[in-house]
């Protein structure tokens, strides 16, 4: 019941910040920026995004076999891809997580060892991601110095800072397992999941390439809101976009709304309005990475509906790792 009640209210928060965004923003005005926009640049700019997930999904199968589960590239494909249609009714993008690793491990069994692989997948691509802001800004301050985006650097760097110690250094962990010292049966089992994520310090090369798939697809994000922007004849440097994309990327991934709408959006606005892109363009092109979002995780429901629950059934489960 709380679960439901919990769905309800990000869900109508996910509402109330769209319909703020509109009564700001009028329907006519973004419906005139489609218009008016040119259709080369938004076909690379989808291309791009696809490219993206494309590079995940290796990036999720190469941790993956470093930890011994060996799987496919097509069934790596079938789960990640299932994964996103998840996040359509579930808050942030956790949802499909969750999915991704509950299916391999269904499959090959060691929970422990897959959850490591999808969260150790999501914390390379956060260090990727806070790198190249930290980059960008090192870079373009002094056409760029506003305070909102300082603070929301600065705030990053701060919790995946604090995420890097809680993974890589054990005593750390330990003492923040400490808040569970009532409940000895869970402190054991985040203790023994830790442990699992410490493989990665053990062996920095692993975590090394790994990082290597997630530089890509953080610098080829903000190239894709770039493109995506001359499509409306923005013509802004892209130093811009590489300071502002991973701020509004890290925003989205908080869980208060379905998918990181609404938060995205309004974030979009703010963040490009400091660089003097008009909020009804700053919000077109959010929006249409929206729409390659709940694209992506359509052609994810398509999979599961008509192969991947199918193949899970007539596929048996391989010896328990």
Same mark, same amino acid.
């Given at each position: 019941?709380?679960?439901k ?8 928060v996910?509402i109330?910040?769209l ?7 009028s329907y006519?005005?973004l ?8 259709r080369g ?6 291309f791009?995004f696809?490219?993206?997930q494309?590079?995940g999904i290796?990036?999720?199968r ?7 589960v ?6 790596? !494909?079938y789960?990640?891809?299932?994964? /996103?249609?998840?996040?359509? *009714? %579930?808050?942030?993008f956790? @949802?499909?997580? +969750?999915?991704?690793?509950f299916?391999?491990s269904?499959?090959?069994?060691d929970?422990g ?5 999808v969260l150790m997948?999501?914390?390379s691509?956060a ?9 960008a ?9 506003s ?16 995420s ?8 750390f ?9 009532r409940k ?11 442990d ?16 290597l !798939?997630?530089?890509?697809i953080?610098? /080829?994000?903000?190239?894709? *809101? %770039?493109i995506?922007?001359? @499509?409306f004849d +923005?013509?802004?440097?892209?130093i811009y ?8 990327t890290a925003?989205?991934l908080?869980p208060?709304?379905?998918?990181g ?31 390659f979002?709940?694209?992506?995780s ?24």
């Open positions: 019941m709380k679960g009640i919990f769905l309800f209210f990000r869900l109508l996910t109330a910040i319909f703020a965004l509109f009564k700001f923003i006519e005005k419906v005139s920026v489609y218009k008016d926009s040119k640049y938004l076909v690379l700019g989808f791009i696809f490219l993206c494309i590079i290796f990036r999720w190469f941790l993956l076999s470093s930890l011994g060996n799987i496919s590239i097509r069934e790596t !494909f789960s990640y891809f299932c994964g /996103l249609f998840l996040n359509l *009714f %579930f808050p942030s956790f @949802a499909g997580d +969750v999915f991704r690793g299916c391999i269904y499959r090959y069994g929970a060892k897959v959850a490591s692989s997948d999501r914390f691509g260090i990727a991601l806070t790198l190249v802001a930290g980059f800004f090192i870079i373009g301050r002094s056409i760029m110095p305070e909102g985006v300082v603070v929301s650097l600065l705030l990053l760097c701060v919790i995946v800072g604090f890097s110690l809680a993974i890589f250094s054990r005593p962990f330990r003492f923040l397992a400490g808040v569970f010292k000895p049966h869970l402190q054991e089992k985040l203790i023994s999941f830790h699992k994520l410490y493989f990665f310090k053990n062996n920095p090369k692993i975590f090394a390439k790994s990082f !798939f997630s530089l890509p953080q610098l /080829l994000m903000p190239t894709g *809101f %770039f995506i922007s001359r @499509a +923005v013509n802004l440097g892209a976009f590489f300071i502002v994309v991973p701020i509004v925003i989205a908080i208060i709304t379905i998918a709408a609404g938060t995205r959006e309004a974030s979009a606005v703010y963040f490009f309005s400091l660089v003097g892109i008009e909020k009804s363009i700053g919000l077109g092109i959010s929006l249409l990475n929206l729409i979002v709940i694209s992506m359509i052609i994810g429901g398509i999979f599961y509906i008509s192969v991947y629950h199918k193949w899970l059934q007539f596929h048996p489960q391989r010896n328990k790792l």
